[in-house]
C-alpha cells in the first residue's frame, strides 16, 4: 500500500531533482534513498542468525578482545 507524502525541498532542490531524475521518477528516488535508513524487517533475525555461526562469533570476539588491548596501551 502506497501513501501520498508532501515534503518541503528548496527550489534549487527542486529544479535539480526534475532535471537530473526526471519530474515521473522522484518518488521512486526518494523512496529507494530512504527505504535503508527507516526500513529493517529483517535485522533481528540476521542478527540472531548470525549469532548462531559459532565460527564467526569466535572470530569477532578475539577482534573485539584485541581491539580492546590494543586501545589500552594507547598514550592519552
Request: hydrophobic share 35%.
Amino acid at each position: 500500500m502506497q501513501k501520498k507524502l508532501t515534503i518541503t525541498v528548496d527550489e534549487e532542490v527542486y529544479e535539480g531533482l526534475h532535471h537530473v531524475i526526471g519530474p515521473r521518477k522522484i518518488s521512486k528516488f526518494v523512496e529507494e534513498l530512504v527505504r535503508p535508513h527507516v526500513v529493517r524487517p529483517h535485522l533481528e533475525s540476521a542478527y540472531a542468525k548470525m549469532a548462531q555461526d559459532k565460527a564467526r562469533e569466535k572470530e569477532a570476539l578475539e577482534w573485539a578482545e584485541a581491539t580492546f588491548r590494543d586501545s589500552a596501551h594507547e598514550k592519552r
